[in-house]
């Protein structure tokens, strides 16, 4: 059974070892050096209520987290944020991005968010569905604004407005 809830402190360690595997293994990060636990520590620190960070656990053990994070520190974007979204991989196409990702989406309406945006690097279709499936529409694509691998890589840009 997948539970979502808000996550703790003491999920750091799992966070972090999940977003290795992503910044390791794949594109959906063009973060490309694995983060330490005093550097998500100061992440974690830097959301507040506005910006939550979920966990979703099976049978105990957490399998994936996501956030909404600032989109920028100019005032006049106070009620849009960023998503993230992390499955282990052996979890991931089960279902439990979706589930995790309606929780935090109904948790940033709750707090005022008005828009969120998504970041969605090229060749990632499986995650251009699922935002969509959320509400999610395109608003544009950045042309080879990343690196990493040896590529250079489009990222798609997705919006959601909460009514």
């Known amino acids: ?56 656990e099976l049978d105990g053990q957490v399998v994936g987290w996501g956030s909404l994070s600032k989109w920028s520190d100019r005032c006049a974007y106070t009620n849009t944020a960023e998503i993230s979204l992390y499955i282990k991989e052996e979890h991931r196409r089960k279902g439990i991005g979706k589930k995790l990702m309606k929780r935090i989406l109904e948790e940033g309406g709750r707090q005022g968010l008005h828009v969120v945006i998504a970041r969605i690097t090229e060749g990632n279709s499986v995650s251009v569905s699922l935002h969509e499936s959320m509400g999610f529409f395109h608003i544009g694509v950045m042309k080879e604004v990343g690196v990493k691998f040896g590529r250079r890589l489009d990222v798609a840009l997705m919006e959601k407005i909460f009514e």
């Open 1 to 56: 059974m997948i539970y979502i809830r808000k996550a703790q402190r003491e999920d750091i360690p799992k966070i972090t070892e999940i977003y290795n595997e992503a910044i390791m293994t794949t594109t959906a990060t063009f973060d490309t050096q694995p983060k330490t636990i005093e550097e998500q520590n100061t992440w974690f620190e830097d959301h507040g209520t506005k910006n939550p960070i979920m966990i979703a």
